[in-house]
């Protein structure tokens, strides 16, 4: 980018965040810009996180994305923007300054939405610096204690990352158990003062003969229980409670924590963030365009770029596409009154068709909305079927065809699509594991549960990330989950397995002598 | 706010770096599923290429996921969502089927073992190197009679006083002009009794002749104000000289025999074929000078090619014999072993309507005096081995060659990765039984094992 563009980008960067702040209503943290050459991009890319830490997976993202881009030309997003205060946002230099002017208003779009969404609220600013910290830390424990050591940690807290919700309870297991302890004499003892409290016959004659009793065995029986309550957060419990980790291995895992709550809302949030900043480059753009800030030649490589990343995909919902326009219906509906009882149950189609109170709350209701929703409640809410075929969402299925398989569009009903959609969404990305029992067996073994949301687990993934859980206790790994509709509880216990190896390891030895 | 452009930004190595470490899983995990690699149908059924697709198991980001195909399966709930113009009955895509799964009679698409697989496009020659790391051809010997001469291209080792300007080795002639000037100029000091300073100078003044220099000193002519140099001669001229240049070879071949009777099943005849596959692929890679000939038989052995020896099928019964006549026949007439070191491999279910024909031609073909005989029995049968204890050799026929074998010379025993492997030393003579693909790699190795000339 030549220095004349570059002034002139910086003039407009100070009206895109005045249209942004003053039109459009937006809160945002301040944004760093930096523009790159498309190598330090394809990085930027595979690590996620610019300053992120080594690991095998990065090279093998960082390989892929090379070879897409220099083979294909192709590949390599506009931006990548990193949640943090300030805001960091990289830009690829060969953006053209059309392009480039979208982008930045397309980033200003994402930052607001950081700033502003409460899923965001709980991730570290500090993301850049932590990560960067960490990966000179990782490289002395490399030197100290073997790439193969702490690779085995790192994998393993790379499995089990996004188990950690930025929104699990800060209590710790003394506090929790005191909690459940004052919560269960309630439940047990209610049923003296006249309550009615669901608990057995024999049970109610011990409480009523010796309530001190009682209550110390209840504590005693509580202070024997680990986890006190099931719980979700994976890496937590296994940092605080294993007995093989080491305090750099325990460092390792706490960073890599911290690292999934940063990606937790980004995952959770990807429809509506994507569709947010669209709407908001849009804005952005057509006022720029409207004060004349821009030419005629860049309208059209605007328009160009602009429907690109809007395309349809044939097989999967473009986030950009439809979560835009699912931000645009929101708007024209809250702006024309198309929502409410009387909206709902008006079966005139004429008068549908011309429904407007001229009310104009549609921006006010979608700031209403950003704060506080992610994809899965924002689908529900306002994905009609109207809206389903408007942007002409449909379910495709397979047909065998003999060497091929056919993805074929079905002709199901918008509202099959809408709870097909919305049902995904309830489970996307992350089964819910919760560690029912950090004693097992009452040998320290850890008992695991999948809470069951409709869909099976994929059992070899399932099996493969029990030995990365293994490989921070080292006792065998139970997990209850469903198998072709029964309940069955897997099992890893990798010493056993030990055994085996040695004994062809003896039986090889005798080999060559 | 800000922007700031970095045109130059530079690029920290990370990325390579990691990549890196990313190829050295790849290669660990080949090595480590090597008996898996190694029995995988589609590079040794394939048509002849170099690059072949194989499967690694163990580089995929593994985290609790769900198995959404089962899904798909379970109940009319579509394989996805799409969206855009179009209609119903459209085709929106299309992947093509695996070879194992899918479709009637196949497993269904969820068990596929392909999900947790990556593949990966490597090199024949490459897993040959990272598989067969330090195997080579045992008790192998300079046979020193009939090293073969092998052409390797041309070479300028010779220097001589004669050739052309272009190949003027300019170093040897400044060493030799060096050389010669040296003793001029220790004669002229012994001459003159001159210092050697002096005596460069008077030679450099006398244009090299050195009697016109010891006249010069002694008449005091000397220039003093000459810078002395060295001539350089006709004499001194030294040039390249280009010949053919030639290898010593140690000469080998390598007699590989397949039974192709009607016995052999098609998986006997695939773990054969295997295993012949990877000895030949692995031998054509370290040995730039070896033989590889082949030999089928059913009752009647003959010579074959390549193409033939791995593709072709053929059926009928067994004299085990006729393959061992066959290959004793090919030493004497082509491969004599006072000029070459021969290998002989044998593959077999062991069936032989003959077996002590059959000892009686091993015998004579050990008398040749071989580097090595192996001979590999295909066994596929199931059974426990409790009951082949039981009924020993009564138990079907398949056992009669290797128990004949046994019965002829003295054996030590070992297994590897269940694999039995036999040896004698004395004799040159290993055995094997193959009972499933995950024999083929240990008996592999136990062939190439070439520290055993050593000890």
Redesign the interface.
């Known amino acids: 980018m030549d220095k004349a563009n570059l002034r002139k980008l910086i003039k407009l960067e100070d009206r895109m965040k005045q249209i942004a702040k003053e039109d459009l209503h937006l809160e945002m943290y301040d944004v760093e810009f930096d523009i790159v050459p498309p190598q330090k991009m394809l990085e930027i890319m595979a690590y996620n996180i610019p300053t992120n830490i080594s690991n095998w997976k990065k090279g093998r993202d960082y390989e892929r994305q090379r070879t897409i881009y220099e083979n294909a030309a192709a590949g390599l997003p506009y931006e990548v923007v990193i949640n943090a205060n300030p805001a960091r946002a990289y830009l690829m230099d060969d953006n053209v300054f059309a392009v480039q002017c979208l982008v930045m208003a397309h980033v200003l779009g994402h930052v607001a939405f950081f700033s502003m969404n409460k899923y965001f609220k709980k991730s570290r600013q500090d993301i850049m610096l932590i990560m960067h910290e960490a990966t000179r830390r990782f490289n002395e424990y490399e030197k100290r204690f073997s790439i193969d050591e702490v690779e085995k940690i790192v994998d393993a807290g790379h499995a089990l990352q996004l188990h950690s919700s930025p929104f699990v309870s800060e209590e710790t297991e003394s506090e929790k158990r005191k909690r459940v302890f004052e919560q269960e004499k309630k439940r047990l003892h209610t049923h003296k003062s006249g309550g009615y409290a669901d608990i057995s016959a024999s049970l109610k004659k011990e409480v009523d003969e010796d309530v001190e009793l009682f209550n110390q065995k209840l504590w005693r029986k509580l202070k024997l229980k680990t986890p006190v309550e099931p719980t979700d957060d994976l890496l937590r419990y296994i940092i605080d409670n294993s007995s093989v980790l080491e305090d750099w291995q325990k460092d390792i895992l706490e960073v890599l924590r911290i690292e999934g709550q940063y990606y937790w809302p980004i995952i959770k949030t990807k429809y509506m963030n994507e569709g947010f900043a669209v709407v908001c480059h849009q804005k952005i753009m057509n006022k720029l365009f409207e004060e004349d800030l821009l030419t005629t030649e860049d309208h059209a490589h605007y328009n160009y770029s602009n429907s690109l990343v809007k395309a349809e995909l044939p097989m999967s919902i473009n986030p950009y596409m439809v979560g835009s326009a699912l931000w645009e219906d929101i708007e024209e509906r809250w702006n024309k009154g198309r929502y409410g009882d009387d909206w709902e149950n008006c079966t005139n189609a004429a008068e549908k068709e011309h429904w407007d109170t001229g009310e104009m709350n549609g921006w006010s209701k979608c700031l209403e909305v950003m704060p506080i929703y992610i994809d899965w409640f924002f689908w529900q809410d306002f994905l009609t079927a109207d809206f389903i075929d408007k942007v002409n969402l449909y379910i495709f299925n397979e047909e065998d065809k003999g060497v091929y398989v056919d993805y074929v569009r079905t002709k199901r009903a918008a509202e099959d699509v809408r709870r097909l959609i919305i049902d995904a969404f309830a489970h996307s990305e992350v089964p819910e594991i919760e560690i029912i029992d950090g004693n097992y067996n009452e040998k320290g073994e850890m008992y695991l549960k999948h809470r069951w949301a409709g869909i099976e687990l994929d059992n070899r993934y399932a099996e493969e990330t029990m030995k990365h859980i293994f490989k921070l206790w080292e006792k065998p790994i139970h997990l209850l989950t469903i198998v072709d509709k029964k309940e069955i509880l897997l099992a890893i216990d990798l010493n056993e397995k030990k055994e085996e190896e040695k004994k062809e390891e003896a039986a090889q030895s005798l080999i060559y002598y | 706010?800000?922007?700031?452009?970095?045109?130059?930004?530079d690029?920290?190595e990370?990325?390579?770096?990691?990549?890196?470490?990313?190829r050295k899983?790849i290669d660990d995990a080949i090595r480590k599923n090597v008996k898996d690699v190694i029995s995988e149908e589609s590079i040794i059924t394939k048509k002849r290429g170099k690059k072949v697709r194989i499967p690694v198991k163990?580089?995929?980001?593994?985290?609790?996921?769900?198995?959404?195909r089962?899904?798909?399966e379970g109940e009319d709930?579509?394989?996805?969502?799409?969206?855009?113009?179009?209609?119903?009955?459209?085709?929106?895509?299309?992947?093509?089927?695996q070879a194992d799964g899918?479709?009637p009679g196949g497993k269904k698409p969820g068990d596929q073992p392909g999900?947790?697989y990556i593949e990966t496009e490597v090199d024949i020659d490459y897993l040959i190197e990272i598989m067969f790391q330090d195997l080579g051809l045992p008790w192998i010997e300079e046979k020193t009679k009939a090293h073969q001469l092998v052409p390797k291209g041309w070479k300028f080792d010779t220097i001589s006083k004669k050739g052309i300007i272009p190949r003027l080795h300019k170093k040897r002639t400044m060493k030799e002009a060096i050389k010669r000037s040296a003793l001029f100029l220790k004669e002229i000091m012994e001459e003159t009794k001159c210092s050697e300073e002096d005596a460069d100078i008077a030679l450099t003044q006398a244009k090299n002749d050195i009697n016109e220099a010891i006249e010069l000193i002694k008449n005091n002519k000397l220039d003093r104000n000459i810078e002395p140099y060295i001539h350089i001669e006709d004499e001194d001229l030294r040039y390249k000289q280009i010949e053919e240049d030639v290898e010593l070879h140690s000469n080998a071949v390598v007699i590989a025999m397949m039974d192709t009777s009607g016995s052999m099943t098609t998986d006997k005849k695939y773990l054969c074929r295997s295993l012949l596959f990877w000895l030949v692929e692995f031998l054509k890679k370290m040995y730039d000078h070896v033989q590889i000939k082949f030999i089928t038989h059913t009752t009647d052995a003959k010579v074959v090619d390549e193409e033939t020896f791995f593709h072709k099928g053929e059926s009928g019964g067994t004299y085990c014999w006729s393959a061992i006549e066959k290959a004793t026949y090919l030493i004497e007439t082509e491969y004599p072993t006072e000029n070459w070191n021969v290998y002989c491999v044998y593959v077999s279910d062991g069936e032989d309507w003959d077996p002590d024909k059959t000892i009686r031609y091993i015998k004579e073909l050990l008398k040749k005096d071989i580097n090595m005989l192996s001979y590999n029995e295909i066994d596929t049968s199931q059974r426990p081995d409790s009951i082949q204890m039981a009924f020993g050799s009564t138990w079907g026929n398949s056992n009669t060659l290797m128990k004949a074998i046994k019965n002829e010379w003295k054996f030590k025993s070992?297994?590897?990765?269940g694999a039995e492997?036999y040896r004698n030393d004395k004799e040159h003579f290993l055995l094997s039984v193959i009972k499933n693909k995950d024999h083929v790699y240990p008996v592999l190795k136990?062939i190439l094992?070439k520290?055993r000339g050593n000890g």
């Open positions: 706010m800000s922007i700031a452009s970095h045109p130059d930004w690029l920290s990370r990325g390579k770096k990691d990549a890196e470490r990313h899983k163990g580089l995929k980001d593994y985290r609790f996921i769900y198995n959404h089962k899904r798909i709930e579509g394989a996805g969502i799409g969206h855009g113009q179009g209609k119903p009955g459209d085709v929106v895509g299309k992947r093509l089927k899918d479709g999900e947790d070992s297994t590897e990765a492997l136990y094992f520290e």
